[in-house]
Structures are given as structure tokens and as C-alpha cells.
């Protein structure tokens, strides 16, 4: 099993709609989670950290569930400016060991 | 304030020839990193500095690579006779985590070197 899994889409979804993907992990020790954004040909962007409780920012909300080793990222009212490649990042404490998944293509659609 | 910045931005070689890429972190981050992505792939993990010492090296794919970091700022990747195979872009990032004392696992990364092997 892959370290840090995630579909990779594309997700093609109208304007104004809702979506969401899950990312997982296999390490049960891994204690820090992250949703980065990736543009076409550009680096990637600390989209939001994932806190246990759970957090949202604006339209996009992240949850984390321990028990079956997975978070999440919705996004709320899509916007055309929302496509992107939406990357999972995984910190596993007991080694600082930093993964990225491979990323899920998000495609909005007018 | 200045984000992470890299250098060049892009980089055509001759394959055999040695390249030198630069990374300048944001100013006070301790942790540096080191990331490689080919084309249309995910990012693929080479190195990772604490200050100016390396704890993981385990990702750089082979001993051509070599990277260094010194005055707990610029670091440089450098490639060895260089191969077509390592044409990608080379992103570099950091954040304010220092072991042991706390801060930050949030990576801000540079605008990437795009090297081209020919």
C-alpha cells in the first residue's frame, strides 16, 4: 500500500457545484496533515493544514478521521479560479519523513 | 517579506555536463527541502537540510547527486554528468520547523529550476 494515496481525477465539475476527495495514509504514526494546490507549471501552495477538529477556510473545509487513516478536502461553491491539482501532505512524527501524494486534478467547468 | 527564491529559473545542459542549482530560503527557516517532479508526475523527495545538516538524504536517486547547505540559508543541488533522465523541475522549499524546538511543518516553496538535459 502506497504511503500517501489520493485520486488522481480528474474531478470535472460545473461552476457553483460542490466536491470533494479523500486522501489516505498507511502510517497510523503520522501526526501532521497539510492540502497543498498546484497550478499548471507552478510550485505548489499551502492550501490549508488539517486539524483534528476538523477546520475550514471560506469555502473549502478539512477533516482528518484518525480511525480509518484518511483526510478530506470539500470545496464549496466551485469557482473556475479552483482548478488545479489538489496535493495531500502527510508528516509522519516519528522520523519528520514529509509525503506528498501524487495529487487529484480538479477541472471546473462554466 | 521575500518568499523562497531559486536559480536559475531555467537551466538547458549538454547531458554529461555538471549543473549547480541554487535555493534561497526564507529568511529564519531552519528546514529546507529538496523536490524533484518530471512532467505531468507527482513531487519526488530528495533531500532534506535541518540548519546546515542533512538528516535524510534518502531521496536522492543516485551519487551524481550532491547537495549542500551552508549558514543555515542558500543551498545548492548539484548534478554530476548530468542524463537526459534528470531533465524535471527541481522545487525547493522550507519552513520554520527546528527539531526539537517546535515550529512549523507548513513548506513554502520557490518558483522551481526547470532543467533540460539535452
Known amino acids: 500500500r502506497k504511503e500517501v494515496e489520493q485520486d488522481p481525477g480528474p474531478f470535472n465539475v460545473p461552476e457553483g457545484a460542490t466536491v470533494a476527495f479523500n486522501c489516505t495514509y498507511s502510517n497510523s504514526a503520522s501526526q501532521s496533515f497539510f492540502w497543498y494546490r498546484q497550478d499548471c507549471r507552478k510550485e505548489p501552495k499551502l492550501l490549508m493544514s488539517v486539524y483534528s477538529s476538523g477546520n475550514e477556510d471560506g469555502r473549502f473545509t478539512a477533516q482528518l478521521n484518525r480511525a480509518s487513516q484518511y483526510i478530506s478536502l470539500l470545496i464549496r461553491d466551485s469557482k473556475l479560479s479552483d482548478s488545479a491539482t489538489y496535493l495531500c501532505v502527510v508528516r509522519v512524527n516519528r522520523d519528520d519523513k514529509i509525503i506528498f501524494g501524487k495529487g487529484t486534478r480538479l477541472h471546473i467547468l462554466p | 517579506g521575500a518568499g523562497v527564491s531559486q536559480s536559475p529559473s531555467n537551466k538547458v545542459t549538454e547531458k554529461g555536463k555538471d549543473v549547480e542549482l541554487r535555493c534561497d530560503p526564507i529568511?529564519?527557516?531552519?528546514?529546507l527541502y529538496w523536490y524533484r517532479q518530471r512532467l505531468g508526475q507527482g513531487l519526488e523527495f530528495l533531500i532534506y537540510?535541518?540548519?546546515?545538516?542533512?538528516?535524510?538524504k534518502s531521496g536522492l536517486p543516485s551519487d551524481r547527486f550532491s547537495a549542500e547547505r551552508t549558514g543555515e540559508s542558500v543551498s545548492t543541488l548539484t548534478i554530476q554528468r548530468t542524463q537526459q533522465e534528470d531533465s524535471a523541475v527541481y522545487l525547493c522549499?522550507?519552513?520554520?520547523?527546528?527539531?526539537?524546538?517546535?515550529?512549523?511543518?507548513?513548506?513554502?516553496f520557490g518558483p522551481g529550476t526547470r532543467l533540460t538535459v539535452t
Open positions: 529568511s529564519g527557516h531552519t528546514a
Open positions: 522549499a522550507s519552513s520554520t520547523h527546528s527539531q526539537g524546538l517546535g515550529g512549523s511543518y507548513e513548506q513554502y
Open positions: 537540510f535541518q540548519g546546515n545538516s542533512a538528516p535524510d
